[in-house]
Structure formats: structure tokens, C-alpha cells
């Protein structure tokens, strides 16, 4: 089922967003709020041939994996009257058709005291998707991540981008997934530069 099926007649509505979202949702809103969702943890097992890889070399970036014992931070943001179908027909495209995401719907819990938690759509990709890579150590994540790049730019911005957005929004989490693998795609970046400075640029 579309999301615009489920959602008809909405006036309001909250979208959770735990990959590039939380840095460019690139869709009008009302308003934003950093919070979690929980039973997901975040992974790079997704594979990615348009926005941040190619069919040779399929980027990594997240999704989400079913766990009861996890909870996932990331920001909501609620789009109201046109700003709903705007943005789902934005969401089909970026997530849907590009990324091969499914949507759910879940409890989203704002950050802060006292704040109630709000039902929001959530897109999702599942182990039956073509572009699922699944699971694959930190230092192969990471080295995957520092040489690819798609249409909307380098692989490894995504990853750091990513991992800034948790520090600065959530610093007492600790996402050892996300700062492992950003750690080990520094290291190859790193043994990258050092190797190409070894073979000076003929003039």
C-alpha cells in the first residue's frame, strides 16, 4: 500500500527520517523534533546505485533491522496541509522508486521531558529488496563507503554527515555501527591520500 493511500484526507503528518533526512530533508515542514523510534536498530546494509553509488559500484547507506532491545535517534518532521502530499510525492521518488523503500508506520518519541510521542511514517528497506546487501564487517562497510559516489555526491559525505548529526543532536548516544565504520572508512581515506601522494602529478 502507498502511503498516500493510507494517509488520505490527512491535514498533518509526521515523517521520520534516520539516513540523509536528518541533514536535507529537502521537503517545506512545519516544524522538526530529534527523538527516537524503537525495535530498530540502524545498519548499513542497504546498497545504493543511484544517489550515493552506481550499478559498479553500489554505495552503503541505511536502513533499518527489527530488534526489540533497540532504539534508533534520529528527527521527525511534521508536514501539514499541501506540505503532505508535496512531500510524499517527493519521498516516492527519493526512497521509493531510487531506494527501494517500503513505509511503516511507528511511535515516535520527541527528546526532552514530558513529550508525548507522535505516530510517524517511516520508510524501510527490507531483506528482500534487490538492492539489500546485508550485513558485512566495519572495516569492508567502511572501506565500501570511501570510494564510491552516485548522482548526489560521495559516498562517505553521507557517513560523515551522518555520524556529525548524531554528535551534535545526540551526543549521549553511543551508535557504535555508525562511529565504527565511520572510523574505518577514515583509515582507508587516509591510506588513499598517503598512497597518492607517493606519485607526484606530472606537469
Known amino acids: 500500500m502507498k502511503p498516500q493511500d493510507i494517509l488520505a ?3 498533518s503528518l509526521w515523517i521520520f527520517g534516520y539516513g540523509s533526512l536528518v541533514w536535507k530533508p529537502d ?9 527516537y523510534i524503537q525495535g530498530y ?4 546494509w542497504h546498497g545504493d546505485n543511484f544517489h550515493r553509488g552506481n550499478d559498479e559500484l553500489p554505495g552503503r547507506v541505511v536502513t533499518l533491522i527489527e530488534d526489540d532491545d533497540a532504539s534508533t535517534w534520529g ?14 510525492n517527493y519521498l516516492n521518488v527519493r526512497e521509493t522508486v531510487c531506494g527501494g523503500y517500503i513505509t511503516r508506520m511507528v511511535d515516535f518519541f520527541p527528546q526532552g521531558e514530558n513529550q508525548a510521542p507522535v505516530q510517524a511514517l517511516l520508510y524501510i528497506a527490507t531483506s528482500d529488496n534487490p538492492l539489500y546487501l546485508g550485513p558485512a564487517s566495519s572495516a569492508e562497510i567502511g572501506a565500501q563507503i570511501a ?7 560521495h559516498n562517505l559525505e553521507y557517513l560523515l554527515r551522518l555520524a556529525q548529526f548524531m554528535r551534535s543532536s545526540c551526543p549521549h548516544v553511543e551508535d557504535h555501527h555508525l562511529f565504527s565504520i565511520e572510523a574505518a572508512a577514515l583509515t582507508v581515506v587516509v591510506y588513499l591520500l598517503a598512497d597518492s601522494s607517493s606519485y607526484p602529478l606530472s606537469h
Not at 521537503?27 to 527523538?35: D, E, L, N, T
Not at 536498530?41 to 548499513?44: L, T
Open 75 to 88: 528527527v521527525a518532521f511534521e508536514v501539514t496541509g499541501s506540505q503532505v502530499e508535496e512531500s510524499l
Open 147 to 153: 570510494v564510491c559516489r552516485g548522482k548526489t555526491g
Open 27 to 35: 521537503f517545506k515542514y512545519k516544524r522538526s523534533k530529534v527523538g
Open 41 to 44: 536498530k540502524r545498519r548499513f
Open 9 to 11: 484526507g490527512k491535514t
